[in-house]
């Protein structure tokens, strides 16, 4: 049989597993050395902290009622029970005076797989614009799907438009040149943790209806914008209905990166159009993919995930932000005082650094691994603007994180 | 934006929301009658017994896990935790002869999801060919993924080879006639219940490797086979480590259709190629899909899973597992004694039976419902030659199952 060919143009391993082989290189010819200052990883965005009580409780009740036949729970709803989406709607939109209803929002198991699984309904001919640097799933997810060429020797993917996202510009994407149909925007950003304001966001959601484009915005850090006056869901910005669909999950904000939910919501005014220029319902589209070849997530998981938008869990989810936040203002501080110029770390849960003047991002991702025992995430990985940065993450105790920078501080690396 | 033209080649709504349509629309106007006598639901293959005790004490010692820094779990291996990929291989193949590794078992969220992604890693040149009856799952995901034409009026797709599985040869599909690259098939199948044997399965798995070939082999209900002789697994055959994918699920054999968890095993011996003739390893491209697109499942739901092959795990799925075919023979016998004509539901938890003389098979669904009170599911649904036919379920509490067959034989339907 034929295999899909797409697959052989991509350029490089998953960017984190590449993180992980050297890693696993470094500490095995390192064992000894290890033992007295062992690895932290402020690497790959993966939370440390414990799940909130309120989601552990309400996750053992679930399995307990699996336990008797009255109260056993055999497939759910292919797009997530009721009483966690209309939580979500009523919490995290109306609330916020967005006007999103219950069955516009899809439970799922994370935003990486919704990120991806999106392309099944889009069509072959679309012009696919990124951020660079950007989350690499966004764009093998695209190469996968055949959406592009081969990549040219700084890893680019011939018919992408790439977006170049630069302390210039303030790390906020400027709109393409070229007539774009789809567009990822990732706000709160990974990996350079800017956020789009009201009016940057304003002028995205009037480019796409002006142009007819498709927003996927991926907000799976919204949790972490403290500041109230920054829009935390596209659907904060008129017109936003009618070009955007948003990506949302539990993860980083409720210690779920383990226990996988998330959520995409679909406006129901939002429409594509077919080959013969028919208008199509995105939402009727996403449905059937979804009861196709998905079926939601288990019940016990999404009770947990319910449970996030109770009293107690409102306040522990706040703590464990919080927490995170300080962390991302110590490593800020601090190597802002060691004389590093530090980006994001304010409403996003990632410091983007960068490198010493003349040191590449792998050569520095190398020189922290080796020296402070420290691993980041090289900003080359995140594509070619990335050049010249390190990402590293809040995600740890503030045991490893004052150990990190302290390293750090002590001129390792600098 | 352009949408996935493909999707509106889609010739009816997925079968079982349709079913579940009716049955509001029926409910909804029978409130009354619906009290003294409550509908049924054999239709939907889905589990109504507690999840094992042994499954969800694993679950809930995962949950407490969570609740601690030194034992929390975010981010899990992307194929699936090694406690739980060893024991599959250990007890689901390496036991019973065959010779799989661990590292060639991939974790999932289902069956359903695994059959429909497993097409991103193959090439649209393939001839696909698919069992009439079918788990529309197979065709839907073909049609979505451009694999065919449009369909003609019985809903056959133009470009999929349709194999008849009927009363005359046995429900075993034939060899195809014109050469196929890419073959489903399902032992014990859903929804005809009958199973493979060695012979048949010998054949298949010659074919194939004679052909360069892939057979996608769906064994969700292998845990049902009661007999020992017949193969649970295609890897029981010599050579099939070449040409197959194979499909299992805690689903039904462990009550986890809404806790989701399954797997797919797919050898490192198994080839494809590239469109200028390459071969290309199957089991890294679906290494590159899932590492890509999926986050596997919950840490919780793996231990869960885990459970499953304890000393307590294996006795309670067994008690489980004959709980329901205690159900399938219940059904068979007391259709059978009515004068219906029952196929199956020896080695699955299905019944497949034959209409009335000149009965469609959504008119007997109808009939069920609307007389009876009993949801089945029709088999025009699965196909073309599932006309005829419908099926019924197995899982169902024994008084449900007693009190429907009751109803039956009384004639209602009959």
Redesign the interface.
């Known amino acids: ?5 797409n ?2 143009k ?1 350029a490089a391993g ?1 960017l984190f ?1 590449e993180i992980g082989r050297r890693v696993s290189v470094f500490s095995e010819a390192n064992a000894e050395a290890l033992k007295a200052k062992p690895i932290i990883k402020l690497g ?1 965005g ?6 909130p ?1 309120a989601c ?1 409780t309400a ?2 009740k679930a ?2 009622e ?4 009255e109260t ?5 709803p292919a797009f997530g029970y009721d009483f966690l989406r209309e939580k979500i709607a009523q919490h995290d939109f109306v609330d916020r005076g967005c006007e999103i209803a219950a069955d516009e929002v899809f439970v799922s ?2 935003s ?2 919704d990120s ?2 999106l392309l ?7 012009r696919v614009a990124v951020c660079d640097p950007v989350y690499p ?1 966004y764009v ?2 695209n190469v ?1 799907a055949g959406h592009t060429g081969a990549a040219d020797e700084s890893g680019r993917y011939a018919g992408l438009t790439y977006l170049p996202v630069t302390a210039e510009n303030g790390f906020a994407p400027p709109l393409p040149g070229e007539k774009a ?2 567009i990822y925007l990732c706000s709160p950003n990974n990996p350079t943790g800017a956020v789009l304001d009201r009016a940057a966001l304003t002028a995205w959601v009037d480019y796409a209806n002006a142009n ?3 927003i996927l915005f991926d907000a799976a850090y919204a949790a972490f914008i403290t500041d109230d006056e920054l829009p935390r869901s596209i659907f904060e910005i008129d017109g936003a209905r009618t070009c955007a669909i948003e990506l949302r999950s539990f993860s980083k904000s409720a ?1 779920f ?4 939910c998330a959520y995409t919501v679909v406006p129901k005014d939002l429409m ?4 013969d220029g ?1 208008e ?1 319902s ?1 939402h009727a ?1 996403w449905s ?2 979804q ?11 999404q009770r947990g995930a319910e449970a996030v938008y109770s009293d107690d869990g409102r306040a522990q989810t706040g703590e464990l932000i919080s927490f995170y936040m300080e962390n991302a203002r110590l490593i800020r501080e601090a190597l802002s005082a060691a004389g590093m110029t530090v980006h994001g770390a304010e409403h996003a849960p990632y410091a983007w650094v960068g490198c010493p003047e003349g040191v590449t991002s792998w050569a520095m991702f190398d020189k922290l691994l080796h020296e402070a025992h420290l691993v980041c995430t090289p900003g080359a990985g995140f594509g070619s603007c990335g050049e010249g940065y390190f990402r590293l993450s809040a995600f740890n ?1 503030r045991e490893n994180v004052e150990a990190a920078i302290e390293r750090v501080a002590a001129g390792v690396g600098v």
Do not use: H
């Open positions: 049989m034929q295999i899909n060919d697959f052989l991509l998953y597993p790959i993966d939370v440390t902290e414990p799940m009580e552990r996750m053992i399995v307990n699996l336990g008797k036949a056993f729970r055999g497939y759910g198991d994370g990486k797989c991806a699984n099944d309904i889009l069509g072959p001919g679309n799933v093998d997810t996968m149909d789809v007819g484009a498709l210690a990166t383990g226990t996988r594509g159009r077919s080959s028919q199509v995105l589209l059937r993919r009861s196709t070849k998905f079926n939601c997530v288990a019940y016990v998981v105790s």
